[in-house]
T-cell receptor, first 113, second 110 residues
């Protein structure tokens, strides 16, 4: 079974630039999550989708972050404009449903200079 | 929202000894408690989990205990090996939202 795919794996940008991350969940997984993991901390949930609807985006900085999952499969997370404090690893995860085991992708390491 | 606290933040053990990591949670409605292991530069991977209707669960050298009354749960690793060195995260799930602890860096000394 293929795992969660993410791209790019690494990205370096300057502050105020824009960046987008892509995630392809495990086939059949209805729930998709985006996490931000700052070095030395646990992952923090940014947004959770159930199919193509948003379940929770309470910790998403909506003035600069946006995410979509238009067809209920792939998802993109965008940051516009980026700030220095956005430097982190962005993890995508998926599960069969809410409360089921989450499978994580390899993450995208973002460095904002 | 849920607040998960994890202790200690770092743990160094001699190979063959046991390691214990403790977590507390704030929301009594949380009903699922997974533990993730994250090796350096890699993704978190589930190693064991426990649901609120169970007090203890064991899988080979790893065990987890849950005390719902006190709202705390613990991870126990016995006969530690060098490959157990990693960051371990506890988490609590309330309905659908998973909240992670800050992590424990475990180092197993040969």
């Amino acid at each position: 079974e293929a795992g969660v795919a993410q791209s790019p794996r690494y990205k370096i940008i300057e502050k105020r630039q824009s960046v987008a991350f892509w995630c392809n969940p495990i086939s059949g997984h209805a729930t998709l999550y985006w996490y931000q993991q700052i070095l030395g901390q646990g992952p923090k949930l940014l947004i959770q989708f159930q199919n193509n609807g948003v379940v929770d985006d309470s910790q998403l900085p909506k003035d600069r972050f946006s995410a979509e999952r238009l067809k209920g499969v792939d998802s993109t997370l965008k940051i516009q404009p980026a700030k220095l404090e956005d430097s982190a690893v962005y993890l995508c995860a998926s599960s069969l449903g809410p409360g089921n085991e989450q499978f994580f992708g390899p993450g995208t390491r973002l460095t904002v200079l | 929202g849920e607040n998960v606290e994890q202790h200690p933040s770092t743990l160094s053990v001699q190979e063959g000894d046991s390691a214990v990591i403790k977590c507390t949670y704030s929301d009594s409605a949380s009903n699922y408690f997974p533990w993730y292991k994250q090796e350096l530069g890699k993704r978190p991977q589930l190693i064991i989990d426990i649901r609120s209707n169970v007090g203890e669960k064991k899988d080979q050298r790893i065990a987890v205990t849950l005390n719902k009354t006190a709202k705390h749960f613990s991870l126990h690793i016995t006969e530690t090996q060098p490959e157990d060195s990693a960051v371990y995260f506890c988490a609590a799930v309330n309905d659908y939202k998973l909240s992670f602890g800050a992590g424990t860096t475990v180092t197993v000394r040969a």
